[in-house]
């Protein structure tokens, strides 16, 4: 009976020591992918805002968005990086925006360590399981003469024009400074004061017109009201000599 008993103790510590091990390995992969392991938490978030800023980079510098963790490795801009959970990152560009919007997406283990990596990072969407990081194309030199810029760009001054015609569809300009101009064609002008050089129009009406020359269809304003003037003078010698009533 002792020979049968210590049988039974060897096989009860087998199957004792396999439970503990198994114990011990799930413990372990939780452990790894657990928000409260500090250490791995700080690596994740460190990885991932360099996955982020070598992102921007690229984009900035080639103008294209990358496509993989691998392409920024392969080109120098990433080094080696650890993936929170040890799950990969994909690359997707979205299509309501004109690809100018790259989300990073990686899928989590649970909808609970989804949520708690959003409050870590900024510009972060959860759904369920999935997160992404949202980052928008940068403005570089080599693309920026695509956009109106509210500032002025001393360095690079050509900035500061446009090179095609604007069309406000009927909208208004307002609150504008001064309008320098070649030419101007418009069905309608409200203005305190306008210096204009050559001003050809249908139909003026003004209070107050103070001009150096003004032309109409039949000639000079000037010419005309000169020529008045000596026909004035002569009607007015005319009749004050006798001959004219």
Not at 66 to 77: H, I, K, N, R, W
Not at 104 to 133: C, D, F, M, N, R
């Amino acid at each position: 009976m002792m020979k049968i008993r210590g049988g039974y103790i060897l096989f009860e510590l087998i199957i004792a020591l396999a439970l503990i091990g198994s114990a011990l390995l799930l413990f372990g992969q939780w452990l790894s992918r657990s928000p409260t392991n500090l250490g791995g938490q700080a690596k994740w978030l460190a990885d991932t805002e360099v996955l982020m800023e070598a992102t921007r980079q690229y984009w900035f510098q080639t103008g294209v968005a990358p496509e993989s963790v691998e392409q920024l490795q392969a080109t120098g801009y990433l080094p080696t990086i650890q993936s929170p959970w040890g799950r990969p990152w994909s690359f997707n560009a979205t299509n309501n925006v004109n690809s100018r919007l790259l989300a990073l997406q990686i899928q989590a283990p649970s909808v609970g360590e989804a949520q708690w990596l959003k409050t870590q990072l900024s510009s972060v969407v959860v759904q369920h399981h999935t997160v992404s990081l949202m980052i928008w194309q940068p403005i570089s030199d080599i693309h920026a003469a695509r956009y109106v810029h509210r500032v002025p760009r001393t360095d690079i001054p050509e900035l500061n024009q446009l090179a095609t015609h604007l069309d406000f569809s009927a909208h208004d300009i307002r609150q504008v400074g001064t309008v320098e101009a070649t030419d101007i064609t418009v069905d309608q002008v409200q203005a305190d004061r306008m210096l204009v050089r050559n001003l050809t129009g249908t139909w003026l009406t003004a209070e107050h017109i103070e001009t150096q020359t003004f032309n109409t269809l039949d000639g000079s304003y000037y010419t005309l009201r000169n020529q008045l003037q000596q026909l004035q003078q002569l009607w007015d010698q005319c009749v004050a000599n006798g001959g004219c009533r």
